[in-house]
């Protein structure tokens, strides 16, 4: 079973600085690396998959980038919209499809 | 654009079952595998069941190996998750979700609470 870990936990920002979230898997995914978007009460979002393509209507200023086993997930401009809980899943090995344990995002 | 629409949580006590549904829209359901992924509360998310598009392929997180079971009616456009031997630990929303590799379309959730 692929491991993903992602850090930080938390991560404080300021609106209109940069975030920069980290996903490492156990072992070589490729690419097969997709991220999402999880605010308060609702269903997760896909933003990100093969590591770097924005899924449709995802804002220019989430980028996605790596491969092997290191990825990040860049918010270039933070907006207040951008609260939430951030996730990587692997899908290169399956099953188990794998997720990181979350990166709470929050405003500073 | 494709729609998964969740329905059948509720209250059960431990020990009893449950049958999930997930209702699909907007795109050819029969030729997509789908997912049933859930996130106990306060807590991260846990694939639990997978199932190929024609439904004879299905895998199972060991957590739920031999009490749930997924299935899939593609003239109905629809998912399910029978849920038997129900513990506590199960208590989360379950979410379906489309299978592109990743996981791109997700339903709204339908929350599981196992209580006595």
């Known amino acids: 079973e692929v491991v993903t870990t992602q850090s930080p936990v938390t991560l404080s920002v300021s609106p209109g600085e940069r975030a920069t979230l980290s996903c490492r898997a156990s072992?070589?995914?490729?690419?097969?690396l997709a991220w999402y978007q999880q605010k308060p009460g609702q269903a997760p979002r896909l933003l990100i998959h093969?590591?770097?393509t924005r899924a449709t209507g995802i804002p220019a200023r989430f980028s996605g980038s790596g491969s092997g086993t290191e990825f990040t997930l860049t918010i270039s401009s933070l907006q207040s919209e951008d609260i939430a809980v951030y996730y990587c899943?692997?899908?290169?090995?399956?099953?188990?499809?794998?997720f990181g344990q979350g990166t709470k995002v929050e405003i500073k | 654009e494709g729609q998964l629409v969740d329905s059948g949580g509720g209250l059960v006590q431990p020990g009893g079952s449950l049958r999930l549904s997930c209702a699909a829209s907007?795109?050819?359901?029969?030729?997509?595998?789908m997912n049933w992924v859930r996130q106990a509360p306060g807590k991260g998310l846990e694939w639990v069941s997978y199932?190929?598009?024609?439904?004879?392929?299905?895998n199972y997180a060991d957590s739920v190996q031999g009490r749930f079971s997924i299935s899939r009616d593609n003239a109905k456009n629809s998912l399910y998750l029978q849920m038997n031997s129900l513990r506590a630990e199960d208590t989360a929303v379950y979410y379906c979700?489309?299978?592109?590799?990743?996981?791109?379309?997700w339903g709204q959730g339908s929350l599981v609470t196992v209580s006595s």
């Open positions: 199932i190929s598009s024609s439904g004879s392929t299905k």
């Open positions: 907007g795109f050819t359901f029969r030729s997509y595998e």
């Open positions: 899943q692997q899908y290169n090995n399956w099953p188990p499809w794998t």
């Open positions: 072992q070589n995914v490729r690419t097969n």
């Open positions: 093969g590591a770097s």
């Open positions: 979700a489309r299978v592109n590799g990743y996981l791109d379309y």
